[in-house]
């Protein structure tokens, strides 16, 4: 049996917690709120903002206030702030359904890991635009073959000279058609085992060989696409980290993708919308309003949690299986209540019809229970099948 306390990180008699906020940090929060509704009031729809709602400049007034690269270090050019900082003013701009989608990947992932793993040259090169807001970043990780099992990835990148030379396919790329660079993941060593053998590359956007090619989800837009790599040439230093030895790397950028607040607050503008119509005097209605306002502030804290840095490995995963699976009963409670009106093309349908998304992207809630269920909870591994 595992014990409470090793499942939350610290014995719980320790507890003596304050969730309040220090004065500084609320200020910051309420400044980051008016500018992300100023942000979220140049764009119509204001759910899934940080994957589809893409806006060069408000980006880039972002990167003027120091929203973006908060806690990396001074030193690398960042602005060393706490993570509770970056936590509120995160929570602003996804709460409000800002349009961060340019910047969110670069400031969220692609800078941590580069601040991790990357070069001091490759950290010069590639952390000022980020900062800046004026990078575009995807990450190409899923194949046709290979999402959920990041292990089974079959793009080839294959070293000549001075030179890797990629061939293979990518798909479910967010933002790929408007990409500067590519975080790609590839094989490097075919004959390795399947979780050796991997590397990761920066690959910018603009090199011969690559199409992109924007797919339509069901909800009508194309925020991701497939990637045909054909012979695409890049040079050798924009390897990042060890070769044949990034599947760890991979594994923590998966942490920064999982745990956060977009995980929670993806639609949070739909209920602000549908809220109004709520039948109050209805027991039923009434009874699902607390449910998911309870909801709300339980995978807050679990967010707060992961942020703080007080989690325990895995948790992430738990984190985002909690809040993604609430993402769903949000956008279906917002249909119930729209009820007939759910079935015209607006804000209401297209939440319910986008909703599958959130427990599947960032890894699907059924591999991330594994995840819980092995590592965090330490059940016994399913037997591999013959
Ligand atoms: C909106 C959106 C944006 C995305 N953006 C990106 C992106 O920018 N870059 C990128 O690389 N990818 C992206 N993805 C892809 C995403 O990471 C994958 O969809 C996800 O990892 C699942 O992979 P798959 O779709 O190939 O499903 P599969 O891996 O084929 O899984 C199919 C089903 O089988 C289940 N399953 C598989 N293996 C197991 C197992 N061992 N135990 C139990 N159940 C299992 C899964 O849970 C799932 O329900 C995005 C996806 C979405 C929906």
């Known amino acids: 049996m595992v014990g409470l306390e090793g499942f939350w990180g610290a014995p719980l008699a320790s507890a003596g917690m304050d969730f309040s906020l220090p004065p500084e940090v609320i ?23 940080w994957i589809i709602a893409d806006d060069a400049e408000f980006a880039q007034e972002l990167g003027r206030l120091g929203y973006l690269g908060m806690t990396w270090p001074r030193e690398s050019g960042g602005y060393g702030r706490s993570a509770l900082e970056r936590f509120v003013v995160s929570e602003a701009l996804l709460r409000a359904g800002a349009p961060v989608a340019s910047c969110w ?12 793993y ?19 970043w995807c990450i190409g990780m899923s194949e046709p073959d290979a999402g959920s099992n990041v292990a089974g990835i079959a793009t080839t990148a294959v070293r000549d000279g001075n030179e890797f030379v ?28 399947a979780h050796k053998g991997l590397s990761e590359f920066i690959l910018p956007m603009d090199t011969q060989g690559i199409s992109v090619r924007p797919i339509q989800d069901a909800s009508g837009a194309s ?25 760890g790397q991979t594994m923590r950028q998966l942490e920064h993708e999982r745990g956060g607040i977009d995980r929670l607050f993806s639609n949070r503008t739909l209920l602000d ?13 009434r009874q699902q309003l607390a449910r998911i306002q309870t909801r709300y502030a339980i995978g807050r804290l679990m967010v707060l949690h992961n942020v703080m840095g007080q989690a325990p490995r895995g948790y992430s995963a738990l984190t985002k299986i909690f809040c993604s699976e609430f993402e769903q009963e949000v956008a279906n409670f917002c249909a119930s209540v729209a009820g007939a009106d759910a079935m015209l093309g607006n804000r209401v349908s297209r939440g319910a019809i986008y909703a599958p998304a959130y427990t599947l992207m960032g890894g699907t809630t059924q591999i991330l229970r594994n ?12 037997p591999r099948k013959a």
């Open 118 to 136: 990357g070069t001091p040259e490759q950290r010069n090169r590639y952390l000022p635009g980020i900062l800046a807001g004026t990078a575009r």
């Open 166 to 193: 990629i061939n293979g396919q990518k798909i479910w790329t967010s933002g790929a058609q408007r990409a500067e660079w590519c975080y790609l993941i590839c094989r490097t060593d075919p004959e390795a085992p």
């Open 371 to 382: 995840i819980v269920g092995e590592r965090t909870l330490g059940l016994p591994r399913e």
């Open 273 to 285: 919308l549908v809220e109004p119509l709520v039948d109050t005097q209805d027991d039923r209605r």
């Open 27 to 49: 200020r910051l929060g309420l400044e980051a709120t008016a500018v992300a509704e100023r942000g979220a009031r140049r764009h119509e729809s204001l759910e899934d903002a």
């Open 105 to 116: 990947f670069a400031d969220r992932q692609i800078g941590p890991v580069l601040l991790q």
């Open 223 to 247: 925020h991701f696409c497939e990637l045909f790599l054909a012979d695409v040439r890049i040079p050798a230093d924009n390897l990042v980290g060890e070769l044949n030895n990034s599947f």
